[in-house]
C-alpha cells in the first residue's frame, strides 16, 4: 500500500483544493446575494469531492501508521473539519440571518485556511509552530 501514498497524497490535496474552491464560490455567491449556490451541481459535485476526499485520508491514515487520537496533527485536523462542517453548514443554507451566514462563511474559512496550515506543518499548532 506504501507504493500508492504519492498518489493517494495528490489526490487528496486535489479534493481539497476543489471542495475548498467550491465552498468559496458558493459562500461568495450567497454573499453577493445569489440564489445561484443553491444550484444542483453546486451542492452535489463537493459531496463528491468530499466522500473522494474522506476516502484518500482513511486511506493515508493507514499507510502512514498515523491515527487521529493518537497523533496530535490528526486529532486537529478532525476537530478543525467538525468546526468546518458546522460553520460552512450554517453559511450555506437558508434559516438564519444574512449577516450570521457571513460571520459562519468567514468563520469557516479561516477555520479551513488553519486547517491547511496543520497539514503542512504536521503539528497541532500549525502556522503557529
Known amino acids: 500500500m506504501t507504493d500508492y ?9 486535489t479534493c481539497a483544493v476543489l471542495t ?10 450567497m454573499v453577493a446575494g445569489s440564489q445561484l449556490h ?19 485520508a482513511l486511506m493515508l491514515t493507514t499507510v502512514i501508521r498515523q491515527y487521529p487520537f493518537s497523533t496530535g496533527w490528526l486529532t486537529m485536523k478532525v476537530l478543525l ?25 468567514v468563520g469557516a474559512l479561516a477555520t479551513v485556511t488553519f486547517l491547511v496550515t496543520v497539514a ?3 503539528s497541532p499548532l500549525g502556522v503557529f509552530s
Request: net charge positive.
Open 20 to 29: 475548498i474552491t467550491l465552498f468559496t464560490f458558493r459562500g461568495l455567491l
Open 38 to 56: 443553491r444550484n444542483m451541481v453546486l451542492r452535489v459535485v463537493p459531496v463528491a469531492v468530499d466522500i473522494v476526499l474522506l476516502t484518500t
Open 5 to 13: 501514498y504519492f498518489a493517494l497524497r495528490q489526490v487528496h490535496i
Open 120 to 122: 503542512r506543518t504536521q
Open 81 to 105: 473539519l467538525v468546526a468546518y462542517v458546522a460553520l460552512g453548514s450554517v453559511a450555506l443554507r437558508p434559516g438564519r440571518t444574512r449577516r450570521m451566514r457571513i460571520a459562519a462563511f
